[in-house]
């Protein structure tokens, strides 16, 4: 299974992004879906994660300004962050809690991260 972000960029201080994350590939299901980030220096945290079943958890530096959302028939998580602060900045990474069938018809459990993308948020 592959994840790929898509978004991010530099932004203004106060202003808003959305970030889009799509799992592919022999998935039989997806369950826990989330996006970490880091910033320089430090280590990866946890930002929002959300269940097939839409239960979210928030970290509390973003809660009430970042919601993630999810698409079960596309498999695809969402991260929309709003009155953006500088402390924002990071690399965001999605990840998904999967089962699969590989080629020999196995299924398989995993956990899988996209790639990571870059989110600057300027003073």
């Known amino acids: 299974v592959q994840l790929q972000a898509f978004g991010g960029g530099l932004v203004q201080a106060g202003g808003s992004t959305e970030l889009s994350c799509a799992a592919s590939?022999?998935?039989?299901?997806?369950?826990?879906m989330a996006w970490y980030r880091q910033a320089p220096g430090t280590g990866r945290k946890l930002v929002a994660s959300?269940?097939?079943?839409?239960?979210?958890v928030y970290a509390d530096p973003v809660r009430g300004r970042f919601a993630i959302s999810r698409d079960n028939a596309k498999h695809t998580v969402y991260l929309r962050m709003n009155s953006l602060k500088p402390e924002d900045t990071a690399v965001y990474y999605c990840?998904?809690?999967?089962?699969?069938?590989?080629?020999?018809?196995?299924?398989?459990?995993?956990?899988?991260w996209g790639q990571g993308t870059q989110v600057t948020v300027s003073s």
């Open positions: 990840v998904a809690d999967y089962v699969s069938m590989n080629s020999n018809d196995e299924f398989v459990v995993g956990k899988g």
């Open positions: 959300i269940t097939s079943g839409g239960r979210i």
């Open positions: 590939g022999g998935i039989v299901r997806i369950d826990d």
